[in-house]
C-alpha cells in the first residue's frame, strides 16, 4: 500500500508545544509525517533556519515516523517533491481561519492536487504562538511552559550571551 506523507511547514521560531502538539497528532494519522522549517527571506526571524531545524529533531527525538527539513521556495514545488500532496496545518482560534484559508485557496490555485489538513491542538496550547514566546524570551520572561527543554535551553543561552 503507499505511504501516506503528510509535510507540514511553518518557521517553527522556535518550535512550541503547540506546534509539537499537531504533529503528535498527525503522525498518528500518517506514516510519516515532514516537518518543515520554510524559509521567508523577509521575516525577522530570531533563530537561523540551522538551529531551528536542530530544535525540532531535539524535540521530535525517538519519534520514528516524523522527519525535520527545511526548504526554500514554494510549498506547492516542496510537496511534488516529497511526493505527497497532503499539507498540515494547525488551527487555534477562528482569527487563524482566514490566513490559512487564503495560503490553502492559492496554493490549489497553484497545484489543483494539494489538500491542506487541519489539525485543532489542545485547549491549553490555542493561545500559545511563537511570537508570544519571543516576546515572553524578550523580556526574560519563564518560557518552559511553552516550549520543549531544548528550546528553553537555547533562549537562556541567547540571553545570557546578549
Ligand atoms: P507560519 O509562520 O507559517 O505561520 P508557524 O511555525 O507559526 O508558521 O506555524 C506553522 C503552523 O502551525 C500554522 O498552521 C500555525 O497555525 C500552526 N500553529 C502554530 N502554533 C500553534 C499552536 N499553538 N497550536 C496549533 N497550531 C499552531
Partial sequence: MKKRIAVYPGSFDPVTFGHLDIIDRASKIFDQVVVSVFVHSGKKHMFSVEERVAMLKASLKGKKNVSVDC???????????????????????ISDL??????????????????????????????????????????????????????VKA???RNKAA
Fill in 71 to 93: 526548504f526554500e521556495g514554494l510549498l506547492v514545488d516542496y510537496v511534488r517533491m516529497k511526493k505527497t500532496d497532503v499539507v498540515i496545518r494547525g488551527l487555534r482560534a
Fill in 98 to 151: 482566514e490566513y490559512e484559508f487564503q495560503i490553502a485557496a492559492i496554493n490549489r490555485t497553484l497545484y489543483s492536487h494539494i489538500e491542506t489538513v487541519f489539525f485543532m491542538p489542545r485547549q491549553r496550547y490555542t493561545y500559545l504562538s511563537s511570537s508570544v514566546v519571543r516576546d515572553v524570551a524578550h523580556f526574560k520572561g519563564d518560557v518552559s511552559k511553552l516550549v520543549p527543554p531544548c528550546v
Fill in 155 to 157: 533562549i537562556a543561552k
